[in-house]
């Protein structure tokens, strides 16, 4: 059975403990989710996944969304959580990557959240679908540094980070190593965390894969989905977990 995989981003903003109506009209406007994330697709095995990092708490709760035979999604920056789903439902039909991110971004109403603004032009995603093809979007009011960029079965993307370098170094790291998806979408990260990552540091990670049946135990689309929520060294608690499951399930093949 399919399974839509979502995860909802908690934003986190000073006064957010506060639990008065009139206290929490007072807060200022929550903070982007600032990220850099990648999506993949390993065309010998069939996996599509993606992995981000990022200095906010438990960033992989909402940032990525995967459906085994459909495609990945990510979804970040002044994010929308819907745009995951979204784009799952358009893929199912059919629609092609390109068209699905036309299509959700021209038909965002731009409510804002709450009483704060929240603008559909800083809103960044990538969809890819199950085949490997892809497309991303960078709004012209993403926090700086933002922006994407294409490689041979990825796409990479963040905002506030510290500078192009950091996308161009994942895409980099992500074609030129080997070895099971959930590895190279690890290479990924840590490229990205080598060109500056996160003007603001780390904090939490996460990383999703998915295939038909390509899980443990039975009837089990998910191939690897692991959470870091919150560390000093999230890349490093992500590696570990990521080298133990390679080590476990891709040494025997």
């Not at 909802?8 to 982007?32: C, H, I, K």
């Not at 708490?57 to 819907?82: K, P, R, Y």
Request: charged share 20%; glycine share 12%.
């Amino acid at each position: 059975m399919r399974r839509s995989l979502l995860v909802v981003v908690v934003a986190v903003a000073a006064g957010a403990f506060l639990t008065s109506p009139q206290a929490r009209e007072q807060d200022p406007s929550p903070s982007p989710v600032a990220t850099f994330s990648i999506l993949g697709f390993d065309p010998e095995t069939g996996e599509v996944g993606g992995a981000v990092q990022s200095r906010v708490f438990a960033v992989g709760n909402g940032v990525l969304w995967g459906e085994a035979e459909v495609g990945m999604v990510a979804t970040q920056a002044i994010v929308d959580v819907s745009y995951g789903p979204q784009a799952l439902q358009l893929l199912k039909k059919g629609v092609a990557p390109a068209e699905v991110v036309k299509t959700i971004w021209d038909a965002d109403p731009d409510p804002g959240l709450g009483k704060n603004p929240w603008p559909k032009a800083g809103r960044q995603f990538a969809v890819m679908d199950a085949k490997g093809n892809y497309a991303a979007f960078t709004g012209p009011k993403a926090s700086p540094w933002a922006g994407h960029k294409s490689g041979k079965f990825c796409t990479a993307q963040g905002n506030i980070l510290a500078g192009e370098t950091v996308v161009a170094n994942m895409v980099d790291a992500f074609e030129k190593t080997t070895g099971p998806l959930s590895v190279r979408l690890m290479a990924a990260l840590d490229g990205g965390q080598a060109g500056g990552g996160d003007t603001r540091g780390m904090q939490s990670a996460a990383m999703l894969i998915v295939k038909k049946n390509g899980g443990v135990w039975l009837n089990n689309d998910v191939v690897l989905r692991l959470h870091v929520d919150d560390s000093p060294e999230p890349l490093k608690e992500l590696r570990r977990l990521v080298e133990i499951h390679a080590q476990r399930f891709y040494s025997r093949k």
